[in-house]
């Protein structure tokens, strides 16, 4: 009977049902590793090619706005003349492209190559006008860097990547079903410069696959190689999965152009269900060119996959080869910022933050503003004041950091005003939206103009707590009798008749009180 619903699953995915996992024999380890019987035969083996669009004002051999600035633009209004693979027109390689491979590979620990060269890879795609692609097949411009990513075992793994190369984007092909299945080819994105960033199949899961894209697309967003967005085409994803036995290699397939961290994820664990089914039935795995149907989670096939004698690959007889000097790689390692685990460290160690709360700084970019906010050895209240406050009012209003009108000085001024007790933290979020609405006085102008300083006269607040106590006599015999947990409701009620009621003073002031029954 087992080996009945084995067969039926491998049935059902082979035709591209998105079966549910429960409804096969093979289960997963917290939804990501093969067990028993499985594990002991199979074990999954990943590889990723990250495609990840350059940072750059034009194309990767042409004068054309580049697909980062055409973003939006009409179709075909882009193209410069050589992109279009017009007869006559030879390439001019764009140095800053090779300056932000040189980032990118000194932000893995990587070697830059001194001598590197381009190479045509051929096949024939309608939006590929020239017939080939100029890559960096035989001798790439970066080699033998890593990253290090989490495991779910709570340590790390690892993941050696083994080269990135240059290399130009095709264009676009725009499918119209309701125009007669009509194609139209827009060549805006053709011969974009492009990172393809290739790494060894060292990882094991697709939590550990998400893990390195979502570093590597943090990572390359902070050296400024790439801006990242996934969902607008500037960084895809192939991801080659095999089922290996303990004695002899699986059968790769590749899945083509994954746009965003969660779909890489589904899109392995659909594939390792979808190998592990055929091989359980005694079916055997072919290698293909496979794409992932987020909306139905499955991964479909869609032609078998090439070998390297199909492309044709030679060397690009109108590129010289590119000659990197060490004083170009120290001019490059001299502009790069200092790198996000490097930085998450600092800043636990000399401001006291907590990790989770370093990550963040450090995630959201924000970090050289609270270094500027914070001082060291005293950074949590400037961190919590950051990422809860400041972010949420610039995530409400859908606005960056940049240009933000609450400077660092101007928050690290009413940051001064709470520590000092002038003003209370109600009192300072209500000054904070007023600073970032436009109000450009000082922090204390401000606090001083609406009267929003804190109420420390020891004679008033005395009085308050009087008139409270008066009122709740059953609460203040609850805290006679040892019940501290409603100290804090009378405390609120006196915060409540009086809000710039100092209510440190006002906690001393009620705990004199009630130390003893009246």
Known sequence: MQHLASCRRAAAIAAGHNCSVSQWPIRSLQRRTLTAPA??????????????????????????????????????????????????????????????????????????NRR?????????????PHG???????????????????????????????RMQLELDSGKSQHYEQHGGQTLI???????GMLEIVSEPDIRSSDEAAAYVKKLQHLLRHVGVCHGNMELGEMRVDVNVSLNRTDQPGVRCEIKNINSVRNVARAIEHEIERQAALLLSGQKIFRETRAFDAARGVTVPMRSK?????????????????????????????????????????????????????????????????????????????????????????NEHGEELQGC??????????????????????????????????????????????????NSAEDQ???????????????????????????????????????SANPALVTTEMKKRLTAPS
């Open 132 to 162: 080939f692609q100029i890559t960096q097949y035989y001798a790439p411009v970066v080699s033998n860097g890593h990253l290090d990513v989490p495991t779910a075992a709570g340590g790390t793994r690892r993941i050696r990547i083994a």
């Open 39 to 112: 594990a002991a035969s199979w074990q999954p083996v990943i590889g990723l090619e990250v495609h990840a669009h350059l940072a750059t004002n034009s194309k990767l051999f042409s004068d054309a706005a580049a697909a980062a600035e055409a973003a939006g633009a009409p179709a075909n209004t882009t193209v410069a003349m050589f992109d279009a693979a017009l007869p006559g027109t030879l390439p001019v390689l764009n140095a800053a492209s090779v300056d932000l491979a040189i980032r990118a590979g000194l932000a893995v620990q990587a070697t830059v």
């Open 116 to 128: 590197s060269s381009f190479d045509r890879k051929h096949y024939f795609y309608p939006d590929l």
């Open 405 to 454: 009108p609450v400077t660092p000085t101007r928050l690290r001024d009413l940051l001064d005003l709470i520590d000092t007790g002038y003003i209370s933290n109600a009192a300072a979020k209500q000054v904070l939206h007023l600073m970032y609405s436009g109000n450009r006085e000082a922090p204390r102008a401000i606090v001083d103009s609406l009267a929003l300083a804190m």
């Open 306 to 394: 090439e070998d390297e004698v199909d492309y044709r690959f030679m060397p690009e007889p109108d590129l010289p080869v590119l000659i990197i000097t060490e004083s170009r790689i120290e001019t490059a390692r001299g502009g790069m910022p200092e790198l996000p685990d490097v930085l998450r460290s600092r800043l636990q160690s000399e401001y006291g933050l907590l990790p989770a709360d370093a990550a963040l700084l450090v995630d959201q970019h924000v970090a050289g503003y609270f270094e500027q906010v914070a001082r060291p050895g005293d950074g949590k209240r400037a961190a919590a004041w950051i990422l809860n406050d400041l972010l949420g009012l610039l």
């Open 461 to 499: 607040l005395a009085s308050l707590c009087d008139d409270v106590c008066a009122k709740h006599p059953d609460s203040v015999r609850k805290v006679q009798a040892g019940n501290l947990r409603v100290l804090s409701f009378l405390v609120g009620q006196v915060m409540k008749s009086c809000p």
């Open 186 to 192: 827009d060549l805006n994105r053709a011969g974009a």
